[in-house]
């Protein structure tokens, strides 16, 4: 640090404090310090800076079954944006979601001396524990609760499911069936709003749910009993995953997508594009939810840990080919 104070032309205290993100510098005299930084290849050790602010640069994560695209998309925003702030992620994957299993985790992180904790498991029975719990550390709710008492960043399922809806009652289809996820997911259930608002609103007739797991396997199944169902011309299915697994039992069953049966998944996998017909689907911008999770992170850490905001993000819908006219509709 002394080097770095010499070429710079500074004091060793005016060089500690552009490493520690003091705002008392001018912003010549901080350019002037990272360019000696740079120059010297000056790496801050990590453990002494945290000794002088009491912070560790360091996030934790809770997160629950990352294999699946949204919560895996989720976390690779979330990693993608604190390594932009300069911030190291330490994450907890849970096999259980209950909420014992929750508050372990969130103690587990809080012992290593985090600057924070990000939830990342949209489950109602893991999120009902969140405002008990009795930490000093900020903490943000990646597609939790909008009105629990924590900061939450989430896509805006309901809005996301309506357009997907209205899409195929634009479509000239009578109404729309659902294929809906666990209904422990807050996804799920938003998703199950939303479609059920854009009925209710068109007066259309709302079917009878079904229920799948987030897999190809479980929207497979779903899919065979709605081949059955021979008025059944639109169906919304709650992630692309299901869908896909759908529209493989409509195809065994003779049912021609989109021209006996249209389409629409959520979510916007790699492969929806590429699968015949194409998806059409609604897309989550997983990477601004990571943005703006560690936004409200940063900002409680510097207002404290007390501070709640909720900040929604927009869902759009991608329209291709596996949704189209209903039969007879121009």
């Given amino acids: 640090m002394a080097d770095v104070a010499r070429i710079a032309g500074v004091s060793y205290q005016t060089v500690s404090r552009v490493v520690n993100e003091a705002e008392r510098v001018r912003p010549a005299t901080r350019a002037r310090v990272r360019a000696a930084i740079d120059q010297l290849g000056y790496k801050p050790n990590v453990a002494a800076r945290a000794l002088v602010t009491g912070r ?25 944006a604190s390594r932009a702030e300069g911030y190291l992620v330490t994450m907890v994957s849970l096999n259980s979601v209950d909420p014992v299993a929750v508050r372990d985790a969130v103690a587990r992180l809080v012992a290593h001396g985090v600057d924070g904790v990000i939830l990342d498991v949209p489950l109602v029975t893991a999120l009902s524990t969140v405002d008990r719990l009795s930490v000093d550390v900020p903490m943000v709710a990646v597609g939790g609760d909008p009105l629990a008492g924590t900061s939450v960043v989430s896509v805006d399922q309901a809005d996301g499911a309506r357009q997907a809806t209205q899409h195929l009652l634009d479509e000239g289809h009578s109404t729309v069936w659902h294929i809906a996820g666990p209904m422990d997911w807050l996804e799920a259930r938003g998703r199950v709003a939303g479609w059920r608002a854009a009925l209710v609103a068109a007066s259309a007739e709302i079917p009878p749910l079904l229920h799948g797991d987030w897999t190809a396997r479980s ?93 929604p993000v927009k869902a759009s819908l991608v329209v291709r080919e596996s949704a189209g006219p209903a039969r007879g509709y121009d």
């Fill in 219 to 311: 929207g497979y199944e779903a899919g065979r009993i709605l081949a059955s169902v021979g008025e059944a011309t639109a169906v919304f299915v709650a992630n692309d995953q299901m869908a896909l697994g759908v529209m493989r039992a409509l195809h065994e069953h003779g049912r021609d997508v989109p021209a006996d049966v249209s389409v629409v998944g959520f979510d916007d996998i790699p492969e929806a594009a590429y699968v015949t017909p194409s998806l059409t689907t609604v897309r989550q911008d997983f990477d601004l939810v990571g943005r703006n999770g560690l936004r409200l992170m940063v900002e409680q850490i510097s207002a404290g840990p007390h501070r709640h905001e909720v900040s």
């Fill in 56 to 80: 560790t640069r360091t996030l934790g994560v809770v997160t629950f079954d990352s294999r699946l695209y949204g919560p895996a998309s989720t976390l690779h925003g979330i990693e993608q």
